[in-house]
């Protein structure tokens, strides 16, 4: 592995207040550019966000590729509170603080928890909330 690179991923499971934008395709694109520009990274492939109609898995799916790794959201809104589930992958530091305070800034949050993994050898739990 080359030293320079760190691999860190971020997994939150958030509970949030259900609202007609958790389902705007646009906005999600909005909300996976901003992650991106919030923390500095820069995109590879531009964000792909899709709805999904299916009965009990309604909801968005989002993806947006990085030149450190990806982004991946999922957004159950057929339930209440919703459900939203967000994957941070990058080959580069990641501002854990930063992040969390830009979701806050999306988002109404009544629970979240999340991991950050360590995956530069072995993957390896830092932090749990």
């Known amino acids: 592995m080359n030293p ?9 499971r958030a509970t949030v207040e259900n609202n007609p934008q958790l389902a705007d395709i646009g906005r999600m694109k909005d909300f996976l550019q901003g992650v991106v520009a919030e923390l500095g990274m820069r995109m590879l492939i531009p964000p792909q966000v ?6 009990n898995n309604r909801g968005i799916t989002g993806l947006i590729g990085l030149t450190t790794s990806h982004i991946a959201l999922h957004i159950w809104d057929e339930v209440s509170p919703a459900v939203i ?4 992958y990058t080959c580069s530091a ?11 800034e999306w988002f109404v949050i009544y629970e979240q ?3 950050l993994l360590d995956r530069e050898k072995r993957i390896k739990i830092m932090k749990k909330d």
Do not use: K, P, R, T
């Not at 899709?50 to 009965?55: K, L, Q």
């Open 4 to 12: 320079i690179l760190e691999h860190n991923h971020y997994i939150l």
């Open 50 to 55: 899709a709805y999904c109609d299916e009965i």
């Open 85 to 88: 589930q967000l994957d941070v």
């Open 94 to 104: 990641l501002n854990i603080d930063m992040l969390q305070s830009y979701i806050g």
């Open 113 to 115: 928890d999340f991991l």
